[in-house]
């Protein structure tokens, strides 16, 4: 059982609930593979996606899984809703309640809003990446990808590469690898390294060979062009010169090792297109993976709501 009635973090989800959640997920995913689109389990719900930022991934699955689990779905495009009308967050979200709305999954631009939107809505709020600071549901996707290819979580050593200050799947998966005994190595052009990142559990590497050395998982991260302010590096080509992760470097992994992306991906940029396609990549099981992560969520936050509300 879930704690809470919504999902802002993996921060604040226990390793229970992280656990409770990748088998749930294992369940729905057992379900598509036998072609069960048609599920029941929110029946007489309603979820809506509010997107800020553009998403295809998180947003597609998200409308797919409620789909699948007998949700009405509908989506709201903050470009073409009343938010350019001056409309605050909270007073959407109090829209959407007076609608009788039972789930959002918000993604937006600033850190803590769909924090703030879960404590004035009676909705679950599930966060779909805010800002710089979490993306709970993509974290989950990895763990479970991780866990069904490498049979466990505990032990492992994951290697997180490229823009972490300005990445969220980085900050929920350091999040959720440490509460399920992994090791998290991370390595950045010190302009796109977050401070002090260590107190949170991170092993920051010096170079791209300590952090791939006998690593599980080699896992790739967007460059967030939207994000930058300018002058963190100096152009693309040398970013994906000294930064981008080549086919060679996998030989220091462990054997069998993950190639890991949460995508889009900028081709040749943080990945060479034959890792990014080659025999130890997951990035499309990945995607596949969310289906069944946000299934699981959305069902259980409707058996929290049903118990507690
Ligand atoms: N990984 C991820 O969040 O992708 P989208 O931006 O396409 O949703």
Partial sequence: MLRSKDLTGL???????IVEILDRAAEMKALLARGKKSGKTLAGTA???LFYENSTRTRTSFELAGKYLGAHEVNVAAASSSVQKGETLIDTGRTLDALKVDFIAMRHPLAGAPVLLAKNVSASVIN?????????????LDMFTMREKLGG???LKVAILGDIKHSRVA?????????LGAEVYMYAPRTLMPAEIEKLGAHVCTSMEEAIDGADCVMGLRIQLERQK????????????FYGVKDGMLALAAKGALVMHPGPVNRGIELTPSL?????????????????VRMAVLSL??????KNL
Avoid: W
């Fill in 128 to 140: 779909a990446g805010d800002g710089m600071n979490e993306h709970p549901t993509q974290a989950l």
């Fill in 153 to 155: 979580i505990k032990g």
């Fill in 230 to 241: 300018g002058g963190l590096f100096p152009s693309l080509s040398e970013y994906s010169r």
């Fill in 301 to 306: 936050l409707r058996e929290y709501r049903e």
């Fill in 47 to 49: 979820l809506v996606t």
């Fill in 276 to 292: 990014i396609d080659g025999g130890n990549s997951v990035i499309n099981e990945q995607v596949t993976n969310g289906l069944a």
């Fill in 11 to 17: 921060y604040d989800t226990s390793a229970e609930e």
């Fill in 171 to 179: 900050k929920s998966n350091l999040f959720g690898l440490k509460k």
